[in-house]
């Protein structure tokens, strides 16, 4: 028998090596199990436990999805519950990681992020934490220091990339856009989230500050019913 090495990709980057920071990619989430069980019942042992505190969180790989760093992987956790609490008793890391979430489906399916439609409204509910798995969205990828420094620094999101800034369509697209390094000075005003984001949607909407409420999807009026994918994502993720 004999192996015909000619079709094989390229090397993989030594382990280890970094993204630059900065850069723009396409990524996809994965979800990797961690055994604690989530608010909903889709979301049974999907939950990691946190060794310093009661929080719970996503334990998320991130794969680069083409340009340069394609096939290149780092990984991140995103609270869902539990930690430090704001002053009126909810979880801040879930504040934090449900802005992310929404960028990310905002990302993933062009929606823009002042759009409050009933259609749009509708593809921002989820019926569990689960139906994130392998959504892939437009991101900036930062390196992060570690607090402790017997550990190396690590690529993590700076921020997902919305349809209303003008990196967007070209890095969905997979083409190479300038870096803009964390450390750089603040990016232009244009690309800033307008204010209807921040406006506080209605608990129907399933986006209510609640610590880790993951309702059942439900359908708006005049909105388009989601198919759902083998292994629990909606089709409508990555449509």
Known sequence: MSFDLNDAGPQMAPMGELIPDGTFAKVMMKLRPGGENGASEMDAGLLKASPHSDAKML???????????????????????????????????WNISKSAFRAMIDSALGLKPDDLSETARSKRVIAGLKQLDGITFAARIMVEAPDNPNYRDSNKIANVVLP???TYAAIMRGETVSPEPVNAPPRKSSAAVPAAWNAQAPAET???NAPQQAPAAQAQPGAPTSAATPGGAPAWLNS
């Open 164 to 166: 209303n800034e003008p």
């Open 206 to 208: 399933g986006w209510s």
């Open 59 to 93: 334990d998320c790989e991130f794969t680069v999805t083409e340009g340069p760093y394609a096939r290149r992987k780092f990984w991140q956790h995103f609270t869902v519950a539990g930690g430090k609490l704001d002053e009126k008793g909810q979880s801040k890391g």
